[in-house]
């Protein structure tokens, strides 16, 4: 019950009883949130909000409340329903297949990815996705037996997607350079330097966040790692949050005039640059 809210059963199940409810109910320990739901005082409102609505958190609201990263903008509450209606001030969500019924507070991971692929654009599903692979140590094969009803669009952005990626960043930057034409290399282990984030040609692309890249140790060993590859005959390109999410066609820039000098092809050893 990490959302703070249950429904009967399930208090029922870990040994409440329907007199005890309501003592909890009379002390202020639970709130009635619907027939058959009820919330603790710290509940998440937004887990509140939903059940409240006739529904369950579900889509870009619940992945969020599993603690997987979501790009911006999605910033409403987002509830599927069964059979209660529901009130105006939310997106109302639905997985394919047929309706599921509401049993939980909360969609699980799998059945809010199903909901979400109607609701994110086609490379922030994906980045939602490799999110959930890395934190559930998922393959892509299980991810999609565990939502069940998969859509042919569904399945098309499931095998683009990639549990190694490490940040949300790297996975829209994998998928944009694809996207453009570049071959792109995941988590390549590169001698001497170490697991970089993606490798085009002879280009290290590094996707560096504040948590990750701004302690003494990381920047020491940042640049530790920069000094290594340009011996090694690497070009290194870091990049921030900001660049990626909000500055992108200024990096496609730089690449494409990288490759087009040809300068990020793998050579042997012997040739100049």
């Known amino acids: ?37 009820f919330a603790t005082p710290s509940a998440d409102p937004a887990v509140v909000e939903a059940v409240r609505r006739g529904g369950c958190l579900s889509c870009v609201s619940a992945l969020r409340s599993h603690g997987l990263w979501v790009p911006p903008g999605y910033d409403s509450v987002h509830v599927r329903t069964s059979r209660y209606a529901m009130e105006r001030g939310s997106t109302t969500c639905h997985a394919p297949g047929r309706p599921r019924p509401v049993t939980t507070a909360v969609d699980t991971i799998p059945l809010a990815l199903a909901c ?28 999609r037996h565990r939502m069940g009803t998969v859509s042919a669009s569904m399945d098309a952005l499931l095998r683009k997607c990639d549990g ?25 282990a590169i001698p001497g330097v170490g697991w970089v984030d993606l490798k085009i040609g002879r280009l290290l692309f590094e996707c560096d966040s504040k948590p990750h890249h701004t302690s003494l140790e990381n920047y020491r060993n940042d640049r530790r790692r920069d000094r290594c590859a340009l011996v090694d005959g690497w070009m290194t390109m870091r990049v921030t949050y900001d660049d990626v999410m909000y500055g992108w066609e200024h990096i496609l820039t730089d690449v ?16 100049p640059w």
């Open 1 to 37: 019950m990490h959302s703070g809210v249950v429904t009967r059963t399930e208090l029922l199940g870990s040994g409440e009883t329907d007199s005890s409810i309501r003592r909890a109910i009379r002390n202020g320990d639970l709130q009635r949130v619907r027939p058959g739901w």
């Open 164 to 188: 190694r990626s490490q940040s949300g960043t790297e996975t829209l930057a994998r998928v944009r350079f694809r996207a453009a034409g570049f071959r792109v290399e995941v988590q390549p």
């Open 256 to 271: 494409r005039t990288l490759t087009r000098t040809d300068r990020h092809r793998i050579r042997p050893r012997s040739s």
């Open 116 to 143: 979400a692929a109607r609701c994110m654009s086609a490379e922030d599903w994906i980045v939602v996705c490799d999110s959930a692979l890395g934190r559930q140590n998922w393959s892509t094969d299980e991810l």
